[in-house]
T-cell receptor, first 113, second 115 residues
Framework: GENVEQHPSTLSVQEGDSAVIKCTYS??????FPWYKQELGKRPQLIID?????GEKKDQRIAVTLNKTAKHFSLHITETQPEDSAVYFC????????????FGKGTKLSVKP | SQTIHQWPATLVQPVGSPLSLECTVE??????LYWYRQAAGRGLQLLFY??????ISSEVPQNLSASRPQDRQFILSSKKLLLSDSGFYLC??????????????FGQGTRLTVV
C-alpha cells in the first residue's frame, strides 16, 4: 500500500517568513496530492492540491511542487501570518479507481507575531 | 450542494461497551466514503474505506468494523471498546474516478473518550 512520510513534525517561524513542509510517497501510481489544514478542534480542510501531470501549482501565498521522479512533494507558504498556525497534512492516493487517501502524520506550524 | 453529517460530536463510553458512529452524505451519489482516526497530537490514520454499498476495505487490524448499508451512509462500530480506541474520528467522502481523485470532504468529527 501507499506510505506517506511528512517532515518536519513541528515548525516554528516568525511572521512574514516562509514555511516549507515536505512529503514523500511510495506508490509510483499515485496521481493526486492534496494538502489539508486543520485548525485546533476542527475538521481538516483542503487548501491546495496537485495532480501528477503538473510540477507546480500556486494559489496566492501557497504553492505546491511535485517531483514525480523522486516521489516527493512540498508545500510552500510565503509571508506567513499568525492565522496560518495550524496542523498541515499532506496526502497521496493509490491511483486508479480505489480512491483512498493516505495522509502524512502532519506538521504543526506555529507562526509567531 | 453536497453536505456530510457525522454524529455524535462527542461521546464518553466505558471500556467494554459497544460503539456506533454514523455518517451520512447528501447531494451526491455513489461517493467514496472513509473513516479516519486521529489520536491526540498525531496524524490521520485511515481505518476503512468504501467504494460502494457493502464494499468495505480495512486498512488496519483492530476491534472496529464498518458497514455501508446504504449508498450514502457509513457506520463505524465496535462490540467492545478499548481504552486505546479513544480519539477523534472523522468521516469523509470524495468522488472517485478512474483517472484519479478529487477533494475529500470531512465531517465535523466525533471525539470519543473511552473511560
Amino acid at each position: 500500500g501507499e506510505n506517506v512520510e511528512q517532515h518536519p513534525s513541528t515548525l516554528s517561524v516568525q511572521e512574514g517568513d516562509s514555511a516549507v513542509i515536505k512529503c514523500t510517497y511510495s506508490d509510483s501510481a499515485s496521481n493526486y496530492f492534496p494538502w489539508y489544514k486543520q485548525e485546533l478542534g476542527k475538521r481538516p480542510q483542503l487548501i491546495i492540491d496537485i495532480r501528477s501531470n503538473v510540477g507546480e501549482k500556486k494559489d496566492q501565498r501557497i504553492a505546491v511542487t511535485l517531483n514525480k521522479t523522486a516521489k516527493h512533494f512540498s508545500l510552500h507558504i510565503t509571508e506567513t501570518q499568525p492565522e496560518d498556525s495550524a496542523v498541515y497534512f499532506c496526502a497521496a492516493n493509490y491511483g486508479g479507481s480505489q480512491g483512498n487517501l493516505i495522509f502524512g502524520k502532519g506538521t504543526k506550524l506555529s507562526v509567531k507575531p | 450542494s453536497q453536505t456530510i453529517h457525522q454524529w455524535p460530536a462527542t461521546l464518553v463510553q466505558p471500556v467494554g461497551s459497544p460503539l456506533s458512529l454514523e455518517c451520512t452524505v447528501e447531494g451526491t451519489s455513489n461517493p467514496n466514503l472513509y473513516w479516519y482516526r486521529q489520536a491526540a497530537g498525531r496524524g490521520l490514520q485511515l481505518l476503512f474505506y468504501s467504494v460502494g454499498i457493502g464494499q468495505i476495505s480495512s486498512e488496519v487490524p483492530q476491534n472496529l468494523s464498518a458497514s455501508r448499508p446504504q449508498d450514502r451512509q457509513f457506520i463505524l462500530s465496535s462490540k467492545k471498546l478499548l481504552l486505546s480506541d479513544s480519539g477523534f474520528y472523522l468521516c469523509a467522502w470524495s468522488v472517485g474516478w478512474a483517472g484519479g481523485n478529487t477533494e475529500a470532504f470531512f465531517g465535523q468529527g466525533t471525539r470519543l473518550t473511552v473511560v
